[in-house]
């Protein structure tokens, strides 16, 4: 389908394609015929980066008379961000519409301002619901041409505590209007809105409403709370070239966590309610050009950050609710990238995963903590691919080749080198051989259960477990693995299902008639062996 079969002006038309859209999203080409030839109401499930913006705003401003000076759209959203990016994204759009004005409203700025921007009314406000109170109070914002209100983000919305204000918006709207409402989830809360406010409504899903995104990796590590700080630290040192957002469940959780990772000499930084505008504005501008690497967020504050290419997202707490654990993994592996959603969890908590993978229908896979010298070596490795890949700029550095062979002349390679490392590694003050031991293991009744689900599987026929002599020691993680397994079986069709990695070996399970194959793929390596692990055997090496 194409934006022109959606029977929109010219202008707008003219104004996607300088954007660079060039055909609809699924969501787009569902809300837009839709919103444009019907008359009822919408409720749409859809998340950030789905084109919901464009999928409520294109057939709006299609709709909208922009030569009559009165308010005909009115969009709520959540926060002062999603505002401003709602409000460019809809004046984009209209580029070529002469006279349609978009104005976005909200908290926290003068509102003199404000009122000169409406003192005019624009065709389209969009403001977050206290503002919107304020002003329709103040009756700066005149509400009886309104054809279209729209509700973005409603779930979010609710969580901030705008329900009172919603509701009284909703309720001081002409009766003629058409509400449009956009979530990423359906909690009860929004249903009753939807009961009360909406009679006559279609329901549209977008995309993988209960599915993680198609390539991020999930992953758990066990350990005890005693003990999260340090498994967070190791497990962002292992990952040398790290770029994400950790979840924290409250704010002072956040702001302890991101303490404690500056105190340690990380680029991180907080992101929390507590904190005024401008100083959310700027640790969200210096997360963007990655001044910041590590963002310890809560959930509501990371909303307004539409940050494209993270690497990594950690739970440092599952939330209770597992559609935000969609919300907060599919902020990574975003436009084809891989990317991994990493979970810090207590024994107890393995309930949650389980229910996590029964909802996203995906194999959680269970990652031990590294120890320090896997950290380390890891980190050197990284260290001497930067040194190897530096460039050097000999013009620039010729002048002072002299002294610095002078002062350095007493130094052999050997010292020189450990010299260099250590300027890197001191970073790294208790990652010798002492280092803790920071995975945890289940508790008994776990274990039995999880050994009953084998035996069940093996009875049946369906699953086998192989093991490979090879593991974290030789610097195996699952990526590698998986790697290594592609390479060698060479057949992408063979489903590898959960995989364990421990420090000398690798567990994998595969389906019983594929066995052969596989093992006869590794046999040919004389490096590696690979073996099936018997039942009996499975219960203590696996779990113990
Ligand atoms: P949203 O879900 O509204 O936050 O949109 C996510 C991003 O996709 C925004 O940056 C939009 O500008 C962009 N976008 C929306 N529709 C299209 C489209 N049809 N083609 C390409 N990009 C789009």
Redesign the pocket.
Same mark, same amino acid.
């Given at each position: 389908m194409t934006f022109k079969e959606l029977n929109l002006r010219d202008e707008l038309l003219l104004a996607i394609k300088e954007?660079?859209? @060039?055909?609809?999203?699924p969501i787009?080409e569902r809300a837009i015929p839709f919103i444009q030839n019907q008359d009822s109401d919408l409720v749409a499930l859809a998340q950030?980066?789905?084109?919901?913006?464009?999928a409520f705003g294109l057939p709006i401003l299609n709709m909208l008379d922009e030569s009559a000076k009165q308010t005909q759209a009115l969009i709520l959203s959540p926060t002062r961000e999603l505002c401003i990016q709602i409000s460019n @994204?809809l004046k984009n759009y209209s580029h070529y519409l002469k006279g349609m004005r978009v104005v976005a409203v909200y908290g926290g700025e003068d509102i003199r301002i404000q009122l000169k921007q409406l003192a005019v009314p624009p065709q389209i406000i969009v403001a977050t619901p206290g503002r919107l109170m304020d002003l329709m109070k103040r009756k700066k914002v005149e509400t009886a041409d309104v054809r279209f209100l729209v509700l973005d983000e409603a779930d979010v919305m609710l969580n901030m505590g705008f329900r009172d204000d919603i509701e009284s918006i909703l309720k001081q709207m002409p009766e003629t209007r058409r509400t449009l409402l956009f979530s990423a989830t359906m909690p009860k809360e929004i249903a009753n809105i939807v009961h009360q406010f909406m009679k006559n409504y279609e329901e549209i899903v977008v995309g993988t409403k209960n599915s993680g995104a198609a390539n991020v990796e999930h992953v758990y590590y066990l350990t005890s709370e005693k003990y999260k700080y340090a498994a967070l630290k190791r497990i962002v040192d292992l990952n040398p070239d790290i770029y994400g957002i950790i979840f924290c469940r409250t704010r002072q959780e956040t702001k302890e966590v991101a303490e404690k990772l500056m105190q340690n000499g990380y680029n991180a930084d907080a992101l929390h309610g507590d904190l005024s505008q401008a100083q959310r504005d700027t640790v969200m501008q210096k997360f963007r050009i990655r001044n910041i690497r590590l963002l310890v967020a809560t959930d509501v504050a990371a909303r307004g950050l539409?940050v494209g290419d993270l690497t990594h997202v950690i739970n440092y707490n599952l939330p209770d609710d597992p559609e935000v654990y969609t919300h907060r993994s599919g902020r990574t592996g975003r436009v084809n990238k891989k990317g991994v959603s990493i979970a810090l969890i207590l024994p107890k908590e393995i309930r949650k995963i389980k229910a996590l993978e029964k909802m996203l229908k995906k194999n959680f896979v269970q990652q031990q903590i590294p120890n320090g010298q896997e950290v380390m070596k890891k980190q050197l490795h990284h260290l001497i691919d930067r040194m190897m890949h530096v460039e050097v700029k000999k013009d620039q550095i010729q002048p002072y080749m002299g002294q610095m062979m002078e002062q350095l002349e007493y130094l052999s390679k050997e010292e020189l080198l450990k010299r260099f490392v250590s300027l890197e590694f001191n970073r790294f003050p208790n990652y010798g051989n002492e280092a803790e031991d920071l995975n945890e293991v289940l508790p008994r009744e776990e274990k039995s259960a999880q050994r009953q689900n084998k035996k069940q599987a093996q009875k049946t026929g369906k699953r086998i477990r192989l093991k490979l002599n090879i593991g974290g020691r030789q610097g195996i993680d699952t990526r590698r693995f998986l790697g290594i397994f592609n390479e060698m079986v060479g057949d992408k069709s063979i489903n590898v299902g959960s995989i364990e990695i421990t420090k000398k070996f690798t567990f994998f399970e595969v389906f019983a008639d594929q066995t052969d194959k596989i093992m006869n793929a590794f046999a040919s390596n004389p490096g590696i062996e690979i073996c099936e692990v018997k039942r009996d055997k499975q219960h203590g090496r696996l779990f113990a």
């Open positions: 954007l660079g859209f @060039e055909q609809p999203m787009q950030t980066g789905t084109g919901k913006t464009a @994204e539409d």
